[in-house]
């Protein structure tokens, strides 16, 4: 019996990787769509985030599925309860570069302006926090999930420079302020995606040690 659920558990870590895999790709894709204003790219993101979905749904019924049937306990229910967390954020980082999509296709059809914030940094940053948070949980890597925590405000440090450029610039350009909506939307989605990030990265403590540490605790302890 204990062995059969280890096949059932190790058969999830593939699972939730594989969903991983798929919202990177998706991430990749929309950041180059900022970079490129490429509706070609958007459209693409927009149009298969059912995959996202599916597998997501998948997941988690496979999850209740051995919890119903093994009644896990200690390190493997922890597992099942992080696996479950993970999966609901790979979910809503697939939504995120949906909703960049959504605002790049919008700016590709807009007029052209001579206003755009430079996203290199902060969608670097936020891919780079979606990466490390998959690599922590597979190799249950403490140390880097912690890292990701800390990165967090990095990114939210950017939106905040976004916003006032931004804010300065529908002062001056009014008749801009549709367009000028888009590109602040995009920090938006940028951040929460980068929280989300964070969010994966608080389960793998959970997982190693424990400790929910979601809410800031574990860096004021």
Partial sequence: MARFLQKELEKMKKMILSLGTIVEERVHMAIKAIETKNADIA????QSDHEIDEMEVEVEEECLKILALHQPVA???RFLIAVIKINNDLERIGDQAVNIAERVDILAKSKVHDVFFD?????QKAE????NSLDAFVNLDIDLAFEILAMDDEVDN??????????EEMKKQPDCIGYLINLLLISRHLERLADHATNIAEEVIYLIEGDIVRHG???TD
């Fill in 43 to 46: 459209a693409r993101i927009i």
């Fill in 217 to 219: 605790k574990a860096l």
């Fill in 75 to 77: 390190v493997d229910l």
């Fill in 128 to 131: 780079t926090m979606l990466k």
């Fill in 119 to 123: 996203y290199s940094q902060m969608a």
């Fill in 158 to 167: 950017i939106k905040h420079e976004a916003y006032d450029l931004i804010k």
